[in-house]
Nanobody, 119 residues
């Protein structure tokens, strides 16, 4: 069973920075793709950033140039460095991964961490 625990959220002023962490246990972390999603009140959960086992990355247009996803396989942790934060970035941020078998794909989510950006 894969377990994901996010941390690092908080309150920050517009233009500030935060670094989110997602600690993973279970499975082979180095082989797992990892994603960061966010969900603002009244809105759908959206994909923010992804990183593959080969460290290929992808970002939502809204965060390109401001956010950076990275991973430290030795620590079983994925990070989301968030710079130049905007009030529109306010959301609960979730870490996600998948684990595949012959006939199933299991999706695992963390509990989320709140990011609030004040104007």
């Amino acid at each position: 069973q894969v377990r994901l625990v996010e941390s690092g959220g908080g309150l920050v002023q517009a233009g500030g920075s935060l670094r989110l962490s997602c600690a993973a246990s279970g499975g082979i972390f180095s082989m797992k793709p990892m994603d960061w999603y966010r969900q603002a009140p009244g809105k759908q959960r959206e994909l923010v950033a992804s990183i593959t086992s080969g460290r290929s990355t992808n970002y939502a247009d809204s965060v390109k140039g401001r956010f950076t996803i990275s991973r430290d396989n030795a620590k079983n942790t994925v990070y989301l460095q968030m710079n130049s934060l905007k009030p529109e970035d306010t959301a609960v941020y979730y870490c996600r991964t998948t684990e595949s078998s012959l006939h199933t794909i299991n999706v695992y989510w963390g509990q989320g961490t709140q990011v609030t950006v004040s104007s």
